[in-house]
């Protein structure tokens, strides 16, 4: 194990490297929720539509990514892109891990639409509110409300499943933080640096979320 | 004496899979006519409601409102739904909308009032409702009875003719009855079309203009209330009063 003093200074004379580092690991989970928040909301509405055929679609999607792990979707999904369109490396990890947490995140809201008690569908429909309408403005704010802890959680499970993207040559923590140690034969210390990293980012995206949370919550108190 | 046919009901027949739940139900409520249904737990009170509101699809029969009969194919039902407001049990009011959210919500997004004209014709319901001082606050933090009369005011938004209540005291504490049953007394005096599934067998007795009695899916008998509670024909219906206590 690296000296306290040791870790601390690695830790401040290489800042800027590991700062960059980490606003490319911020711009990569955010990215890469904001579209598998659009997928999964996609997705969910696929699976809850009265038609079998879209939603037999939206399961084979969910069992898709779930039953494959994370790094061969990343591998065949940026060969995949890559080798049809010219498309810059950022681009072709940040939809590889959106495809990815589409998936859950489409779950999660399936499960939170329908947790919805069915009487405010009805409630809205008995008003004149088409389906879209009732979906739109009754049931989807609530579940969306609903879905912050699970999502919350799942941003945290992708802000640590971007560092995966060190494998197709993105330049974020963990790959900096790897190279760096292989580069000064000092492992370790990267290593734990970039744990603190991790650990700091995961605090504040908790914070976040709690942050969001309450000021939803406000019609429950 | 107004003589309009606001609702007519002809030969209906709905069925839950083997269950025939409302059998041949023949109906007419004519302007300003308060309907009460009574009947015994699962007798098809709520399902004939639901198939007038078209939450339920009929199986047969024809549902005639206003005069026109209404099918999906020939008939936009949301906006026949628009002509028919719902009061449900369980209120089910809009829980992250203030109260006058709820009340604005269908003016604005379905028939498109300004928000401006909504938020002042909300707030002379409100005051009608007795809650002209609850606008911003959010449902979480009224009694049922106030929930309810929420709901009432929120239907009546939509300018209803006729207005379907589905047991709207059922789950009230009983000191809450009183308040949400003398907003729909008002209501039927101001001449609202209305029917109303209840056991509060006082408000039937005062309010009604009609009495219907239902038993396993059928209409048992139909009258004035008071030769109905009085001098009830049919056998069945004496039997389901007497297990009512009456007041
Ligand atoms: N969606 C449904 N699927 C299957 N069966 C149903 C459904 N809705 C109602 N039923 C059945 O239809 C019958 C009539 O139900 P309904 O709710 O109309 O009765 P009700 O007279 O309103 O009773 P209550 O006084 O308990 O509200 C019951 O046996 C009920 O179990
Ligand atoms: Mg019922």
Request: with cysteine.
């Amino acid at each position: 194990m690296p000296s306290f003093s040791h870790f601390f200074e690695t830790l401040v004379s290489n800042k800027g490297l590991f700062i960059d580092a980490m606003l490319l690991t911020l711009k990569l989970t955010a990215v890469s929720i904001l579209f598998g928040i659009i997928i999964g909301l996609f997705f969910a509405l696929l699976k809850i539509s009265r038609s079998k055929i879209l939603s037999f679609i939206s399961d084979a999607y969910v069992y898709l990514v779930r039953g494959t792990p994370l790094i061969v979707q990343i591998f065949i999904l940026y060969f995949g892109i890559s080798g049809i369109f010219l498309i810059p490396d950022f681009w072709a990890a940040a939809l590889a891990l959106a495809f990815h947490n589409g998936a859950y995140i489409a779950e999660i809201f399936r499960g939170t639409i329908q947790s919805i008690d069915k009487g405010q569908m009805e409630a809205g429909r008995s008003l004149g509110m088409s389906k879209g309408l009732a979906m739109r403005r009754i049931i989807l704010p609530q579940a969306f409300r609903r879905a912050l802890p699970p999502l919350g959680n799942q941003f945290i499970i992708g802000l640590k499943d971007s560092s995966l993207a060190a494998f197709i040559s993105m330049n974020e923590l963990f790959n900096v933080a790897t190279t760096l140690g292989s580069n000064n034969f000092d492992e370790m210390t990267y290593l734990l640096i970039v744990a603190v990293y991790y650990l700091v980012l995961v605090a504040l995206l908790t914070i976040i979320v709690r942050l969001f949370e309450n000021r939803l919550a406000v019609s429950d108190r | 004496m107004t003589t309009r046919e606001m609702i007519k009901i002809e030969n209906l027949n709905k069925s839950f899979g083997d269950l025939h739940v409302l059998k041949n139900i023949n109906l007419e409520v004519f302007e300003s006519d308060v309907v009460c249904l009574i009947g015994a737990s699962g007798s098809g009170k709520s399902t004939l409601l639901r198939c007038l509101n078209f939450l339920e699809k009929k199986d047969n029969g024809n549902i005639i409102i206003e005069g026109e009969e209404i099918t999906r194919s020939t008939h936009d039902i949301n906006e026949i739904r628009q002509k028919v407001g719902m009061v449900f049990q369980h209120f089910n009011l809009f829980p992250h909308m203030t109260v006058l959210e709820n009340i604005i919500e269908a003016p604005v997004h379905v028939k498109k009032v300004s928000k401006q004209e909504a938020i002042e014709e909300a707030k002379v319901l409100l005051s009608k409702v007795g809650l002209g001082d609850k606008a911003d606050v959010y449902p979480s933090k009224l009694s049922g009875g106030q929930k309810q009369r929420v709901a009432i005011a929120r239907a009546l938004a939509m300018k209803p003719d006729i207005m379907l209540f589905d047991e709207p005291t059922s789950a009230l504490d009983p000191e809450l009855v009183g308040e949400v049953l003398a907003t729909m007394k008002e209501l039927a005096e101001d001449g609202m079309t209305m029917v109303v599934v209840t056991h509060e067998m006082g408000f039937a007795r005062e309010v009604a203009d009609w009495i219907i009695y239902m038993n396993d899916g059928m209409i048992i008998e139909k009258g004035h209330p008071e030769e109905f509670f009085e001098n009830p024909k049919e056998e069945r219906t004496r039997e389901f009063l007497s297990t009512t206590q009456l007041k």
